[in-house]
């Protein structure tokens, strides 16, 4: 049962890493792609990907059974805007060197989703959990005085993938499976959208450059590998432990941001985000009694 639980761990830190450090790196370097167009390209080969894994792992049944319900339909349409625009604001976070903004966005998130669920399926708050959301708040309102000092990218990542993460829980649907199912559904709103980039010439993704073809399908890849690494640790630790251990992301998000790329963090921003770090303390502690609990 250890030994189980520890491969869990180890699949999710290599998750954690590979979103926090590997993915960082992947996307800074495919920035001279248009953040737009390569969010299209994202949609576009992160469906290629899960389709060929859906093969592989014999998920097509899965895939028919969610086409045949329109309601899921709906719903996985709405996350797949959902997904589409955190992708897109992540993104444009990182190719205009606001990684630090986009770090908090994925602190809060986990705290903002426990707030969600108990507005939305009623579930219950505990004493730390509601210091936990009140802390996030005095952070965002402390910030919001200053208004330079905002983390508006950040905001938007949390609020997106929240809200993505509630219709996620409503329906109850396998992560991969979802993803390629949303992805299938936004993708000829995305080929649409490619198309006018390719009419006013302003393509990265060209047959005349085979080497830039080649790092932009990468963004299938990308999003697929740390995804599958995650579910894997679910399966393996549970939700609980793969939960605690992907604060690794924003935290190397947070170092890459300030140490490697040297992004400016005022005294105000400081702040926020020690506000932030004593609200994730809280949550985790919490996370983990409750682990042990059930």
Same mark, same amino acid.
């Not at 030994?3 to 001279?32: D, E, R, T």
């Not at 997106?160 to 509630?166: D, R, V």
């Not at 105000?268 to 770090?277: A, D, M, Q, R, S």
């Given at each position: ?12 830190? $290599? ?11 992947? =996307? ?18 992160? $469906? *290629? ?54 770090? *908090? ?12 669920? $108990?507005?939305? *399926? ?30 508006? !990218?950040?905001?938007?990542?949390? *609020? ?10 409503? @329906? ?6 979802? @993803? ?6 936004? !993708? ?5 959208? =490619? ?9 990265? =993704? ?22 599958? =690494? ?18 690794? !992301? ?24 020690? @506000? ?19």
């Amino acid at each position: 049962m250890k030994n189980k639980i520890y491969k869990g761990l180890l699949f999710s830190s $290599a998750a954690s890493f590979w979103w926090g450090i590997i993915g960082v790196f992947y =996307f800074k370097h495919v920035s001279f792609v248009g953040p737009i167009e390569l969010v299209i390209h994202r949609t576009i080969w992160t $469906a *290629f990907v899960l389709a060929i894994t859906t093969t592989i792992f014999s998920k097509w049944n899965q895939i028919l059974e969610i086409f045949s319900n329109k309601k899921k339909i709906f719903l996985l349409f709405i996350s797949g805007i959902l997904i589409y625009g955190n992708w897109s604001v992540w993104i444009y976070a990182v190719f205009i060197n606001k990684l630090v903004d986009a770090s *908090f966005g994925y602190y809060i998130f986990p705290i903002i989703s426990v707030f969600l669920g $108990a507005v939305f *399926f009623k579930e219950k708050l505990n004493k730390r959990k509601i210091i936990s959301i009140s802390l996030v708040i005095i952070s965002i309102i402390y910030l919001l005085i200053d208004y330079k000092s905002l983390h508006w !990218t950040g905001l938007a990542v949390a *609020f997106l993938w929240s809200a993505y993460n509630l219709i996620r829980k409503k @329906l109850n649907i396998e992560s991969d499976t979802g @993803l390629f199912v949303e992805s299938l559904i936004i !993708t000829p709103i995305v080929l649409i959208l =490619f198309y006018f980039i390719v009419e006013k010439g302003l393509n990265d =993704f060209t047959l005349s450059n085979p080497k830039n073809m080649f790092w932009i399908f990468l963004a299938g890849p990308m999003t697929i590998i740390p995804l599958y =690494f995650y579910i894997k640790a679910v399966k393996l630790a549970g939700l609980g432990s793969s939960g605690m251990i992907f604060f690794i !992301t924003p935290t190397c998000q947070f170092l890459l941001g300030i140490f490697y790329y040297s992004e400016p963090l005022n005294l105000n921003t400081l702040i926020g985000f020690i @506000l932030i770090w004593i609200a994730v303390i809280i949550y985790l502690k919490d996370l983990k009694e409750n682990k042990y609990n059930d």
